[in-house]
């Protein structure tokens, strides 16, 4: 599975790696382009997975706020509810394509 804009790839994982949560691929933190993200003040508290860290993505000189998104140190009880640890597994958004 590969996370693109473009034809640039964002990130690239096996599909047994990525761990899947409320309809969204999270990839494993190794397999992302960290070069390609920036780390967004954007605050987020999920009730129940905890607090978010939003990435904007950056191609080719193109700025896209807050297309990707984190869990840095989710609630324990996150972990059972989604059956493995996803702490800093990343998801993408809108543009960014996931295929």
Request: charged share 25%; aromatic share 14%; proline share 8%.
């Amino acid at each position: 599975m590969k996370a693109t804009l473009g034809d640039v790839v964002i990130a690239e994982a096996a599909d047994h790696e990525i761990i899947r949560i409320e309809g969204n691929a999270y990839f494993p933190p190794e397999a992302v382009n960290r070069e390609l993200l920036v780390e967004s003040p954007t605050p987020y508290l999920c009730p129940w997975k905890g607090e978010c860290q939003y990435f904007d993505v950056v191609v080719d000189g193109e700025t896209l706020k807050d297309r990707a998104w984190a869990y840095p140190e989710p609630y324990p009880t996150a972990f059972d509810r989604v059956g493995k640890d996803f702490s800093n597994y990343v998801a993408f958004w809108k543009e960014v394509r996931v295929a």
